[in-house]
Antibody
Framework: EVQLVESGGGLVQPGGSLRLSCAAS????????MDWVRQAPGKGLEWLGR??????????EYAASVRGRFTISRDNSKNSLYLQMNSLKTEDTAMYYC????????WGQGTLVTVSS | DVVLTQSPLSLPVTLGQPASISCRSG???????????LSWFHQRPGQSPRRLFY???KRDSGVPLRFSGSGSGTDFTLRISGVEAEDVGLYYC?????????FGQGTKLEIK
């Protein structure tokens, strides 16, 4: 069974940093694209970026809205995906989800990030 | 970025009645590889999204048969033949034909 479990969310001050993790199980992690998507309170879904798979050399792609502030990485030995978020702004407050594959076939339960002073 | 416009944004439906959600794209979602990359997701209150369909009409495992996806080019539709209580929540379309992938604004289905 495919499982994705996010962690690392919490309350952080504007300008601060946070690192989110996504632990994957139930599939061969290195074979799959892994994406980050967020949802601000009461708002819609926003794609943030992805790590491609082994065949694509684990190329990382970012949405324009977070490029330069957020960094995606993965550790295939730990079946884990990460999202390092720097220079956080109040508008980054959201539920952050990891999802498998470019077409987001599977989603985690999300981890809540609150940016507030 | 490709804009996806969903309508309606709010959809009150009586139990057992049909429902339909439209998703219109600013550009054709027919990819050069011959596939059309339009997916539908359902998000129940307090839950993470769940994919229902990919490539317009390919049903994900466990999706009830009362749901169907159709369309081509720039116009797509998600239909529910008879709404059940568990169908409430938000429905989103998403395109993957162009980078970056983008979502529609979401349609909130509620029971009348």
């Amino acid at each position: 069974e495919v499982q994705l479990v996010e962690s690392g969310g919490g309350l952080v001050q504007p300008g601060g940093s946070l690192r989110l993790s996504c632990a994957a199980s139930g599939f061969i992690f290195s074979d799959h694209f892994m994406d980050w998507v967020r949802q601000a309170p009461g708002k819609g879904l926003e794609w943030l970026g992805r790590s491609r798979n082994n065949r694509d050399g684990y190329i990382i792609e970012y949405a324009a809205s977070v490029r330069g502030r957020f960094t995606i990485s993965r550790d295939n030995s730990k079946n884990s995906l990460y999202l390092q978020m720097n220079s956080l702004k109040t508008e980054d407050t959201a539920m952050y989800y990891c999802a498998r594959d470019g077409d987001l076939a599977y989603w985690g339960q999300g981890t809540l990030v609150t940016v507030s002073s | 970025d490709v804009v996806l416009t969903q309508s309606p944004l709010s959809l009150p439906v009586t139990l057992g009645q049909p429902a339909s959600i439209s998703c219109r794209s600013g550009q054709s979602l027919l990819h050069g590889d011959g596939n059309t990359y339009l997916s539908w997701f359902h998000q129940r209150p307090g839950q993470s999204p769940r994919r229902l369909f990919y490539e317009v009409s390919k049903r994900d495992s466990g999706v009830p048969l009362r749901f169907s996806g159709s369309g081509s080019g720039t116009d797509f539709t998600l239909r529910i033949s008879g709404v059940e209580a568990e169908d409430v929540g938000l429905y989103y379309c998403m395109q993957g034909a162009y980078w970056p992938q983008t979502f529609g604004q979401g349609t909130k289905l509620e029971i009348k």
